[in-house]
């Protein structure tokens, strides 16, 4: 096999990952073909044999139906654990600590939580567990872009904002945020980002390849600093990957 059909799903975040296993590739004079696009665009991808390396399925949850069988992928590797979770600029509300403290703040922390569109069913149940309508708390849905100009303004200005995020996320990068413990386990448990091989494609590819990118593990902090460099520094994804393997993508 000289050419690699890589997919991922058609985000900043996910094509910054990929470009990251990318470089891997590369070094085994691989040439790369992407497939990318929404979820039923992948999945029809996958069961035509169109993607031999996919970049990533968050497991054991979000992503579970790219496990179907008819679908021909295997797990390959570990890259990073993503996790869902509520959280105050660093700094602010030092005494909130918890969701369950929400509401008993004498109002320091703002009543509004303005929750990107892909995790709204995720925030309206954190609301619904803790109780926080009553506590005077509303749900504001905006498109995750608009949600996250929101919270890069709250970070910046030292708001005392509810941000509720997945992470990794641009936004996490710098360490500018703190997470709120979920005494009811009720946000989401931790993922898994896998990549997945194409069955039939395991034998046409170096034992050697597969046995690195199994080893791979970029970690949030790292996939965090890649989005923060395509959305803030104006990097392109190669670009951002190619700073990451030269180690220069985070401080040391």
Not at 68 to 90: H, R, T
Not at 156 to 182: K, M, T, V
């Amino acid at each position: 096999m000289t050419t690699v059909t890589l997919g991922h799903p058609e985000t900043i975040l996910h094509a910054a990952a990929a470009a990251a296993v990318v470089r891997v590739l590369e070094a085994y004079d691989l040439e790369v073909e992407y497939v990318t696009g929404g979820r039923d665009e992948l999945t029809a991808a996958m069961k035509a044999g169109g993607v031999d390396l996919f970049v990533s399925a968050w497991l054991p949850d979000i992503d579970a139906a790219w496990l179907d069988a008819s679908l021909g992928m295997d797990v390959l590797g570990e890259l990073y654990k993503p996790v869902f979770g509520w959280f105050l600029p660093e700094g602010c509300a030092p005494h909130v600590v918890s969701i369950s403290d929400l509401g008993n703040d004498d109002g320091v922390v703002g009543r509004t939580i303005v929750a990107p569109e892909s995790v709204l069913e995720r925030v309206r149940r954190g609301v619904g567990a803790y109780g926080l309508t009553e506590r005077g708390f509303t749900i504001e849905a905006r498109p995750d872009d608009a949600a996250y100009r929101h919270a890069a303004a709250a970070i910046e200005a030292g708001e005392a904002s509810i941000l509720p995020l997945w992470q990794p996320n641009f936004l996490h990068h710098g360490a500018r945020l703190r997470q709120l413990d979920d005494p009811k386990g009720v946000l989401a448990g931790e993922q898994a980002a896998r990549m997945l091989v194409r069955r039939s494609a395991r034998a046409e590819l170096d034992s050697d390849l597969l046995d690195e990118l199994d080893e791979l593990m970029l970690g949030n902090k790292v996939v965090s600093a890649l989005e923060y460099a395509v959305r803030c520094d104006g990097m392109s994804t190669d670009d951002a990957a190619e700073a990451w393997q030269r180690g220069k993508l985070l401080p040391r």
